[in-house]
């Protein structure tokens, strides 16, 4: 085998690894089959199983670009692989949970860790190669990202058939944990760390922008029900937005760079 040959080989096995690890997210559209199972299992009112998406979906896209800015300054290898940890025992949790309570709770933790897997997942597969092929790396990561969404509600009715609703978390974490000793095995490399600092004030009031603006898209179907809460909630974003901005444009170091908003090409985009 000649070395080009060796190298690719690693590169395409590293790369496996990586979207592997993503597939813990995508992978949860499963979940939506399970909703009438969980509801009965649960004896919740319908309307309340929404809880189950949000409580996911609002904590890793509070934390996203959070956990993207930490691994920038500790490693996104680190933050990928604690992100598989935490997402393991999430999994766990969530598939011998004896109450709602539990049940969403351990979805919290799910979205930390999907929120610490997908934040690096894309740094991690563009290092692998050089600048020229990164474009069609970004490709295959959400080309496999795409895949996995679209093969969840298939999967999920299969596991929910056969195993009941708890198959559809329980089964994600032989992935996460053979995603996590093939990162071990192969070395995964991380790009080079950023010398700047962690901005903590910046990245609270981005998390709570995030989740007020989600909880807000939740509730303007009720708007015309409870409009004094839908407005709190509009008035909240609003406010923890603009903090963010004015926060984000004292930072040395901040989480999100507003200054790329600046170029007209990326802005449109």
């Known amino acids: 085998m000649t070395a080009p040959t060796g190298i690719a080989l690693r590169r395409g096995a590293l790369l496996t690894v990586i979207l ?7 992978l949860d559209s499963a979940v939506n089959i399970a909703f009438p199972d969980i509801t009965q299992h649960f004896a919740i009112e319908l309307k309340e199983i929404r809880w189950v998406v949000i409580a996911y979906v609002a904590t890793y896209a ?3 670009l959070v956990f993207g800015r930490i691994g920038d300054l500790f490693g ?3 933050v990928f692989a604690g992100g598989l940890v935490v997402c393991s025992i999430a999994f766990a949790i969530c598939s011998i949970a004896d109450n ?3 049940l969403l709770a351990a979805r919290v933790l799910q979205g930390i860790g999907t929120a610490m897997v997908l934040s690096c997942g894309p740094a991690l597969a563009t290092h692998l190669y050089s600048e020229q092929h990164r474009p069609r790396i970004l490709g295959v990561y959400a ?4 895949l996995g969404g ?4 298939s ?3 299969a596991l929910v058939d056969v195993w009941g609703w708890p198959a559809v978390f329980w089964s994600r974490l ?3 944990l053979v995603a996590l000793i093939l990162m071990w095995l192969l070395r995964l490399p991380s790009p080079a760390r950023d010398s700047g600092r962690f901005d903590i004030g910046s990245a609270i009031v981005l998390a709570a922008a995030t989740v007020l603006f989600l909880l807000t898209v939740s509730q303007l179907e009720q708007i015309a029900a409870a409009p004094v809460r839908t407005l709190l909630l509009v008035g909240l974003t609003f406010a923890t937005t603009i903090g963010f901005i004015r926060m984000s444009r004292r930072a040395a170091s901040p989480i999100l760079d507003l200054g790329a908003f600046g170029i007209t090409s990326f802005a449109w985009i």
């Open 62 to 64: 509070s934390l996203m």
């Open 155 to 157: 999967l999920g009715g």
């Open 20 to 26: 592997l690890g993503t597939l813990v997210g995508p």
């Open 100 to 102: 709602y309570h539990w």
């Open 174 to 176: 032989p992935l996460a």
């Open 150 to 153: 679209a093969l969840g509600p």
């Open 143 to 146: 080309m496999s990202f795409g």
């Open 76 to 78: 996104h290898a680190r």
